[in-house]
């Protein structure tokens, strides 16, 4: 028999989502006009590539250092508690509206991603998704061979110049958008063919995810997600 909670299975979220994109060697899991209260499982397999997290003590402290008087140092307890369970995940999960997050582990806290945010992290075992509005946005997207690579996050509130890391970076963008000449469809893997600076050209806020075949540069990973708590726009509430 089926065991939803127990089965590690990338379908639980194929099919939670209800769009599935493969291009590339990429696979993307995509909503776009979701109901409020719609619900998004996930219970993916471990990548392919093990991690080992670097000092998040250290990086915590580092952070805290840095923001004394911020929002992670006042509720330092909370992001140091969830820290213990985070995984490096092959996928990154980004956010064009408001989704609630709730997790296995840590059983009494929830996390709540704004418009913008993302996250290459997750909690080990079932997590579920919970649209707070209505006409939800969200993609999840990784190689499908499961591999876990470096990710950079570029988020444009409005048209600007964007350096790719090199040619056979791919592209995922919240929004429809331009690069150069080339229309980047919503949650479309594009493949970069140029290494030199090109405009991005949108309508609306647009965050862009650039997946290289880079080892992941955990560290950075933490620290971008920290700067996102600080920002507001990634939440630790009570569940």
């Known amino acids: 028999m089926y065991q939803f909670a127990e089965t590690q299975d990338s379908r639980i979220a194929h099919y939670s989502f209800g769009r599935s994109i493969t ?6 899991y995509s909503t776009t006009d979701a109901r409020q209260g719609k619900k998004i499982f996930g219970n ?8 080992v997290l670097p000092s998040q003590d250290d990086i915590v402290t580092e952070h805290i250092k840095k923001y004394p008087k911020g929002i992670v140092a006042s509720i330092e307890d909370e992001v140091r508690d969830c820290g213990k369970y985070l995984q490096v995940h092959h ?9 609630r997050s709730d997790s296995l582990r840590p059983a009494h806290r929830s996390l709540l991603y704004h418009n913008g945010s ?19 946005i969200s993609s999840c997207q990784g190689y499908e061979d499961m591999h876990a690579t470096n990710r950079r996050c570029h988020f444009y509130k409005e048209s600007g110049a964007f350096t790719p890391t090199g040619k056979g970076s791919i592209l995922v963008a919240m929004h429809d958008c331009w690069f150069h000449k080339q229309k980047l ?7 970069v063919s140029v290494d030199h600076t090109v405009q991005i050209t949108v309508d609306k806020p647009t965050l862009i995810i650039e997946f290289t075949r ?3 540069d955990v560290a950075e990973f933490t620290r ?6 600080e920002d507001g726009l990634i939440e630790i509430i009570d569940r």
């Open 118 to 136: 993302h996250t290459h992290f997750r909690f080990n075992g079932l997590a579920r998704m919970i649209s707070q509005e209505e006409h939800g």
């Open 224 to 229: 971008t997600w920290l700067q996102q708590v």
């Open 214 to 216: 880079e080892e992941p």
């Open 91 to 99: 996928r990154t999960v980004m956010f064009g509206s408001t989704w």
């Open 44 to 51: 993916d397999p471990d990548p392919v590539l093990e991690i």
């Open 185 to 191: 469809m919503q949650h479309f893997p594009y493949p």
């Open 23 to 28: 291009q590339f060697g990429m696979t993307v």
